[in-house]
């Protein structure tokens, strides 16, 4: 049996508030914003699936995180993050990210890499670069047509 592979805990949200960078005492930057979490629909006996309201939690991003948050998040931009849950003693949540990205459902963006891209194969069996071409993905799992 292959040796198990890491995973973390993810948090799907928007954010209700605009992330402001923070200091602490020790000069640590962080950031600290609330977000609203959606629970999955629940299923009613008749088959239909009734909203849920959203969870208020406090997003906390220390670092180059908290950073990305400031530098590339504002009010109402759709998130996903990766790190762990805290719940504290007066039982307020708090989600701890140590990856932060926008959520590629709710938004459409434009990807700039930083790095070359790798070299492909083409299809007529040359070399050279070969343009990934990205499309939005349709909730049925289709691609959207792209324009030319």
Sequence with gaps: ?????????????????????????????????????????????????????????ELVGFDDVAETLHHRFRFGDWFVASGRAKVRLDETQSFIAHRIGHDAVNADYTVRRTRKPPVRRRPDGGTGRVPIVAGRILPDGSRAAESA
């Design 1 to 57: 049996m292959p040796a198990p592979f890491p995973t973390s805990t993810s948090l799907v949200g928007r954010l209700a508030g605009d992330p402001r960078l923070q200091k602490s005492a020790d000069g640590v930057v962080y950031v600290r914003v609330r977000v609203d979490v959606f629970p999955p629909r629940r299923r009613q006996a008749d088959g239909t699936r009734e909203k849920q309201p959203p969870v208020l939690v």
